[in-house]
Nanobody, 114 residues
Framework: QVQLVESGGGLVQAGGSLRLSCAAT????????MGWYRQAPGKQRELVAT???????NYADSVKDRFTISRDNIKNTVYLQMNSLKPEDTAVYYC????????WGRGTKVTVSS
């Protein structure tokens, strides 16, 4: 049974920074891609960033040059460093991990005040 434990959300002022973490626990042979998605109120869930097992990254245009995704393959953990946060970044952020199938975290709320 794989579980994803997210942490790091909270309230921050515009221009501030937050770092999200997501640790995968359980019986894990190999993690393929890891990523973050977000869902703002009244909107569909959207991709924020992904990182492959080889370290290749992909970002949504709206977060390029502000957010950085990274992973620790020993700890089975993915991180999202978010800088220069904007009110439009306010959303629930979900961790996603691909092993034998897709796994989702429960989400961590990020609120950016103007």
């Amino acid at each position: 049974q794989v579980q994803l434990v997210e942490s790091g959300g909270g309230l921050v002022q515009a221009g501030g920074s937050l770092r999200l973490s997501c640790a995968a626990t359980g019986i894990i042979w190999r993690i393929n891609s890891m990523g973050w998605y977000r869902q703002a109120p009244g909107k569909q869930r959207e991709l924020v960033a992904t990182i492959t097992s080889g370290g290749n990254t992909n970002y949504a245009d709206s977060v390029k040059d502000r957010f950085t995704i990274s992973r620790d393959n020993i700890k089975n953990t993915v991180y999202l460093q978010m800088n220069s946060l904007k009110p439009e970044d306010t959303a629930v952020y979900y961790c996603n991990v691909e092993i034998d199938r897709q796994y989702w975290g429960r989400g961590t709320k990020v609120t950016v005040s103007s």
